[in-house]
């Protein structure tokens, strides 16, 4: 299980690791996106140093319509736990998201009044 920690406007941020693919550990903040349904998405910026490998592009819809997302095989830390998982990366995002995807396979606690976030 993961500490969180509440952003300012009650964002849902998580440490995790993007794992690059020499197997170098680079800690992130996450912002948990429960209107993205996929499991993250990244700047194109960002992945130069990670060098995950490219599986195409793919039509997904945003708040802005339906946008063209480059699609990679990337590597995350997360619960101590690595998984290998769809990123897709686009220029228009800002933060690192994790989508709600996560929300199928570990459990998420929120609880404001206690300042109480957790994910696993």
Do not use: C
Request: zero cysteines; charged letters at 20%; aromatic letters at 10%.
């Amino acid at each position: 299980m993961i500490q969180g920690a509440f952003g300012s406007k009650g964002q849902l941020f998580f440490q995790i690791d993007l794992i690059t693919s020499d197997g170098l550990n680079l800690p992130v903040d996450a912002m948990l996106d429960t209107g993205f349904t996929g499991f993250m998405a990244i700047n194109k910026q960002d992945l130069d140093s990670l060098d995950w490998v490219y599986m195409g592009n793919e039509p997904l819809r945003t708040a802005q319509g339906e946008i063209i997302f480059d699609r990679y095989s990337g590597k995350v830390l997360l619960d101590e736990q690595e998984y290998e998982i769809p990123v897709y990366a686009g220029d228009e995002i800002l933060e690192v998201l994790l989508g709600s995807e996560w929300l199928k396979i570990l459990p998420l606690v929120v609880n404001y009044q206690a300042s109480l976030l957790t994910l696993g």
